[in-house]
């Protein structure tokens, strides 16, 4: 299996402190928006339905310094190094440059360069952690960084800050030649996914999962398997996805949570998430077992 978006490129050397920022590529974002130079729209259609159109291609800036953003810089965090080039992470609240603009990951993907596109995803969950703990949880003092290790330290009361994520579980549910698929009432019009939900402190995975099935539509699993993972920079989840079998019970729909789910064919399929997220790889991976498995 191909590496999902967002996992660790390779020749990534990860860092947390330079003496200096200088010269290499800089991720630079302006709330969840990342700083690019781009082409044209590509005229082909996206498969992403939160995304309208995609531009031909898109580059970093690469660049001495951050004076060139001629902007106030709120952050600047250093990455590591990418194929031997240092790589940094900065948040800005001004206008783009000339020549730049500001783009959201998702009409980034298969666009910007894949090594750079999951460096991005690093880059936006490392900014959003280092916006947000400022200050102490616990006692309200600045905090500090530290150039060892990527964590915020109180000086005050010595409470560490590291960035979080969040581990959610995902259950893409089989029932002989059928896919349990669903809608939430966030999801653009027509489109359905394998069902997903956090974990509670307290909880195993497989306990999560059994939870989240009986909650979300009201039936038991059984069978288990471990699919694959992705780390999910929106806002900073850890997505780890299960294949299991359909037990017993009637699909219901939890009230707010599933807008809809039903029973899918695979060769009747609704439209899917985007080859971005898991969720495609997921059920990609099952419909083309269940249709090796009629062959036979
Ligand atoms: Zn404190």
Request: contains cysteine; aromatic residues 10%; negative net charge.
């Amino acid at each position: 299996m191909s590496e999902l978006p967002f996992a660790t490129p390779s020749g990534y050397e990860p860092s947390c402190f330079t003496e200096q920022p200088g010269e290499g590529h800089w991720f630079v974002f302006k709330g969840d928006q990342l700083l690019v130079e781009m082409g044209p729209p590509d005229p082909r259609p996206t498969d992403d339905l939160r995304v309208r159109s995609r531009p031909s291609w898109a580059r970093l800036p690469l660049q001495k310094n951050h004076n060139w953003l001629g902007t106030e810089v709120l952050r600047t965090l250093y990455l590591g190094r990418l194929g031997g080039v240092d790589c940094y992470a900065a948040e800005v609240a001004g206008e783009p440059p000339a020549g730049f603009s500001w783009q959201g990951l998702r009409t980034l993907f298969s666009v910007l360069e894949d090594a750079q596109f999951a460096l991005a995803g690093r880059a936006l969950q490392l900014i959003d952690w280092d916006r947000s703990h400022q200050f102490c949880g616990r006692c309200g003092s600045p905090t500090e960084a530290k150039r060892d290790e990527r964590v915020r330290v109180c000086p005050a009361c010595k409470l560490s800050a590291y960035p979080r994520v969040a581990p959610a579980v995902m259950a893409l549910i089989r029932r002989k030649n059928q896919i349990l698929l669903a809608r939430s009432p966030h999801f653009p019009p027509g489109m359905y996914s394998a069902l997903a939900g956090f974990v509670e402190p307290g909880e195993s995975l497989e306990q999560c999962l059994a939870r989240e099935v009986a909650e979300e539509v009201g039936v038991q699993i059984s069978n288990t398997r471990y699919f694959a993972s992705q780390s999910w920079p929106f806002p900073h989840s850890m997505m780890i996805a299960f294949v299991c079998e359909w037990s017993s019970g009637e699909i219901r729909p939890q009230a707010g949570e599933i807008e809809e789910a039903n029973w899918f064919e695979v060769l009747q399929l609704p439209q899917l998430p985007s080859k971005i997220s898991i969720a495609r790889r997921l059920i990609d991976a099952v419909v083309e077992e269940i249709k090796g498995t009629n062959v036979v």
